[in-house]
């Protein structure tokens, strides 16, 4: 609750003061869980959940700032985009993981297996904004693509970390909202030098205008 908040300011303004001074984590994971189950509680309501062919004729229904764009087919695969040039709520990166949360979060449950991957926004630093709703989990799709003038960055950043350690292999998934997303995959179990230091000051020196995140799935130790 904002204790100063009057009746003049409008309500993007609002929820971008209040996510502000929020603890951001903790109220996107809210957020998620909350729209979840709504989607979930309308899909028992009414005793059937939406399709991907749904979306596009049901979300710009629902006054969302990030759900008034174009709805286009990428591929053979099923999924779908949302392409825009940005919403007038305050472009800050709060507001848009909050929204992109709460719409990730209803998509799922109304759908009961569509996901929602945002590639680009104005408040990740992209001049437009791109959603993509796939069915695969491990679709290719869940990440945004490599633009090819930094392929030659990578390549390096590659190499440079094959030379520390000649047993991994690293996998550049792709980019969601300025943020490059890397796998590590190690031939050799037994090795214990850890690339990932190495390749995010790497990416972050060649690349600024990108974070870095690493995905490695990693092994969990059965207690003996």
């Known amino acids: 609750m904002l204790a100063d ?19 951001s984590p903790k109220i996107e994971r809210r957020v998620f869980e909350n729209c979840l189950a709504l989607g979930e509680g309308f899909a028992r309501f009414y005793g059937a959940t939406l399709s991907l062919a749904d979306l596009p004729g049901v979300l710009p229904e629902l006054d969302s ?10 591929g053979a695969d099923p999924a779908l985009t949302l392409l825009r040039e940005g919403c007038s709520s305050p472009h800050n990166g709060r507001v848009c993981s909050y929204w992109r949360e709460a719409i990730q979060g209803l998509v799922l449950g109304v759908t009961g297996g ?15 904004c791109v959603d993509v709703f796939h069915v695969d989990p491990l679709s290719p799709r869940r990440f945004g693509p490599i633009p090819d003038d930094a392929r030659d960055a ?36 037994a090795g214990d030098f850890s690339v990932s230091a190495l390749v995010e000051r790497s990416v972050r020196r060649l690349l600024p205008h990108l974070s870095v995140r690493e995905v490695t799935d990693r092994a969990v130790l059965a207690a003996v």
């Not at 993007?12 to 209040?18: F, G, K, N, S, Y």
């Not at 104005?122 to 437009?128: I, S």
């Not at 980019?175 to 179990?189: G, T, W």
Request: charged fraction near 30%; proline fraction near 2%; aromatic fraction near 4%.
């Open 5 to 23: 908040a009057n009746e003049a300011e409008s309500e993007e303004t609002l929820l971008a003061r209040a996510l502000a001074e929020a603890d």
């Open 65 to 74: 700032p990030c759900l008034d764009g174009v709805f286009a087919v990428p």
């Open 114 to 128: 569509v996901i929602t991957a945002r590639h680009e926004s104005r408040g990740g630093g992209n001049e437009r």
């Open 154 to 189: 990578l390549a390096a950043v590659h190499r440079l970390a094959r030379a520390f350690d000649s047993s991994i292999d690293l996998d550049f998934l792709g980019i969601n909202e300025s943020v490059l997303h890397y796998r590590v995959r190690r031939r050799d179990l």
